[in-house]
């Protein structure tokens, strides 16, 4: 008896935090499958949860970053970079290991240039990512002069087009990194950190908590899920695109404050950031299958988030 009553509690919880997205997205999944059969299929359900892999891992690192109460522009510049960055690993002869390595490494270095700007000299996170945005993107160019690069790597491509268990192996990779951030996020001294810093900076100094470091290392967090993302993406196309990422950051941020994170930070949860992603993602699915064009698509995206801001806005005023 004891037993059932937790598991009721442990279910109520979750529908209280998370009801309200969980209908949202049930009510697409019926309006898309409405106009079109096939949206509901098993194969279409599938390259939905592939489509959202790229969108959910850039979503995770935006989580820690707007927990803060700062942004990230630059993701979806690091995930072209990303792709960049193996695609001459392999061409100048290195194996999948060391490319994989580096371009991780990448990441976290693109990350550490936002976080450092922002948190020692001060300047606006929101303005240090619109400029490393266009100077990461600019950078994509430079090796192949705008060009794509093809990528022939076997086991780089495999991660996009192989399966494991019955499902994609991109998926694992999802899964995976959804249970490293949440476990982080949720049950760690250095997740609590990020909370105390997001809801209460001053308070965060007065604990003795490094707020710059911690700037920092979660700023290289968000490089590093960037990049994961571009090693997805490029796995999929076959090639690096001097375009991938376009408007991933808008994506990423949208998965994020539907999801329940507060842009005034302190506020967020990686299930609400998943919930978030496969909203999206099941917009982009939709609107895909039904031609939308793709600046109505940008329309609707722009829309929701001020959704979820006006509803995070009017959700902090009722508690005050």
């Given amino acids: 008896?004891?037993?059932?009553?937790?598991?009721?509690?442990a279910f109520m919880k979750i529908m209280k935090q998370y009801g309200g997205i969980l209908l949202a997205l049930i009510i697409l999944c019926v309006v898309f499958s409405s106009y079109n059969q096939r949206f509901m299929s098993v194969a279409n359900f599938m390259n939905i949860l592939q489509q959202v892999a790229v969108i959910a891992i850039a979503a995770f690192g935006m989580t820690w970053v707007i927990l803060l109460g700062e942004i990230d522009l630059s993701v979806g510049s690091i995930i072209a970079v990303a792709?960049?960055?193996?695609?001459?690993?392999?061409?100048?002869?290195?194996?999948?290991?060391?490319?994989?390595?580096?371009?991780?490494?990448?990441?976290?270095?693109?990350?550490?240039?936002?976080?450092?700007?922002?948190?020692?000299?001060?300047?606006?996170?929101f303005i240090v990512t619109v400029a490393t945005m266009g100077i990461y993107r600019g950078l994509v160019s430079l090796p192949t002069n705008g060009a794509p690069?093809?990528?022939?790597?076997?086991?780089?491509?495999?991660?996009?087009?192989?399966?494991?268990?019955?499902?994609?192996?991109?998926?694992?990779?999802v899964v995976a990194l959804f249970l490293f951030n949440?476990?982080?996020?949720?049950?760690?001294?250095?997740?609590?950190?990020?909370?105390l810093i997001g809801g209460n900076k001053e308070a965060a100094l007065y604990?003795?908590?490094?707020?710059?470091?911690m700037k920092i290392t979660?700023?290289?967090?968000?490089?590093?899920?960037?990049?994961?993302?571009?090693?997805?993406?490029?796995?999929?196309?076959?090639?690096?695109?001097?375009?991938s990422g376009?408007?991933?950051?808008?994506?990423?941020?949208?998965?994020?404050?539907?999801?329940?994170?507060?842009?005034?930070?302190?506020?967020?949860?990686?299930v609400g950031t998943l919930i978030g992603a496969l909203i999206i993602g099941v917009m982009n699915n939709g609107m895909n299958m039904l031609s939308v064009p793709y600046f109505y698509q940008l329309i609707a995206?722009?829309?929701?988030?001020?959704?979820?801001?006006?509803?995070?806005?009017?959700?902090?005023?009722?508690?005050?």
């Fill in 1 to 9: 008896m004891t037993q059932t009553n937790s598991v009721s509690a």
């Fill in 83 to 125: 792709g960049m960055v193996g695609a001459q690993c392999f061409a100048f002869g290195f194996g999948f290991f060391p490319a994989v390595l580096l371009t991780l490494f990448a990441g976290a270095m693109m990350g550490m240039i936002n976080g450092t700007l922002t948190a020692k000299l001060l300047l606006p996170s």
């Fill in 149 to 173: 690069a093809m990528i022939m790597d076997e086991s780089w491509t495999a991660i996009g087009a192989d399966s494991f268990l019955g499902l994609p192996i991109i998926i694992w990779i």
């Fill in 182 to 195: 949440h476990i982080l996020l949720s049950k760690t001294t250095f997740g609590r950190r990020a909370y």
């Fill in 207 to 213: 604990s003795g908590i490094k707020v710059d470091r």
């Fill in 218 to 243: 979660i700023f290289m967090i968000s490089g590093i899920m960037a990049a994961i993302s571009g090693i997805l993406l490029s796995s999929r196309l076959s090639s690096a695109q001097t375009n």
């Fill in 246 to 270: 376009t408007g991933a950051e808008l994506d990423a941020i949208a998965a994020a404050v539907l999801g329940g994170t507060s842009l005034a930070g302190g506020v967020g949860t990686m």
């Fill in 301 to 320: 995206k722009g829309l929701v988030i001020l959704i979820a801001v006006w509803l995070d806005v009017r959700a902090k005023q009722a508690k005050r």
